[in-house]
């Protein structure tokens, strides 16, 4: 079955704090997977998609198939930063995504 | 360039009515789904129109239903409204079907509240 597993609801980092939102997978194929960010009062916006092996603001996040694991990372937590973040996954022809729970990231000053 | 449109952006209803909803994808995009947030659950995949086509569908009951109009423009009907309906429904548009990789852009979309 096609699943994704964010196991935090929520993240609380201080400010200048490394900081790593877990996502774990389960998916037969080649998986296709994102990372969407939800700000306070915004829409639901793309924030990374592991093809690309891009880092927008800050945050990276690497495909590791052999642990089934797509880990969003930043290295310095910014207040700006605090927001409700999905990775979700597009499996085959359906295109249909697959979201996780989500996990709040509440950056502390 | 417009993003993603849903109208309206709330409404109220009553258990058994019907309600429809709108959304006007980005320019280029052709298709459109649709995915469900309710309270608890997480964003659920609804629909997935493409051409003018419904290419699959999650796993909720028929009255869920919809279209794409040859704008690409779509609508989402839920018919007999119960309860548990209450959720924010969030319209997306992408580029054809068959590109890998390619992201889906949301709305903001529109909040039902059934009593």
């Known amino acids: 079955a096609q699943r994704v597993t964010q196991p935090e609801k929520l993240l609380s980092v201080f400010k200048g704090a490394p900081v790593e939102l877990k996502c774990n997978y389960s998916?037969?194929?080649?998986?296709?997977l994102f990372w969407y960010v939800q700000y306070s009062r915004q829409r639901l916006q793309l924030l990374l998609r592991?093809?690309s092996r891009e880092s927008i603001k800050g945050f990276t996040a690497d495909l590791n198939k052999g642990e089934t694991s797509f880990h969003l990372k930043k290295p310095f937590a910014q207040e700006e930063d605090s927001a409700m973040y999905y990775c979700?996954?597009?499996?085959?022809?359906?295109?249909?995504?697959?979201f996780g729970t989500g996990t709040l990231l509440a950056v502390q000053p | 360039e417009a993003g993603v449109t849903q109208s309206p952006t709330h409404l109220i209803k009553t258990r058994g009515q019907q309600v429809t909803l709108r959304c006007s994808p980005i320019?280029?995009?052709?298709?459109v789904y649709w995915y469900q947030q309710a309270l608890g659950l997480g964003l659920q995949f609804l629909l997935w129109?493409?051409?003018?086509?419904?290419?699959n569908r999650g796993n909720f009951p028929p009255r869920f239903s919809g279209r794409q109009f040859p704008n690409y423009s779509s609508e989402l009907n839920v018919n007999a409204l119960e309860l548990e309906d209450s959720a924010l429904y969030l319209c997306?548009?992408?580029?054809?079907?068959?590109?890998?990789?390619?992201?889906?852009?949301f709305g903001d979309g529109t909040r039902l509240s059934i009593l």
């Open positions: 592991h093809i």
């Open positions: 320019s280029g995009h052709t298709s």
């Open positions: 997306a548009s992408g580029v054809a079907r068959g590109s890998s990789n390619q992201p889906q852009h």
């Open positions: 129109y493409d051409e003018g086509e419904e290419r």
């Open positions: 998916y037969s194929g080649s998986p296709e």
């Open positions: 979700a996954l597009k499996g085959g022809a359906t295109n249909k995504l697959i």
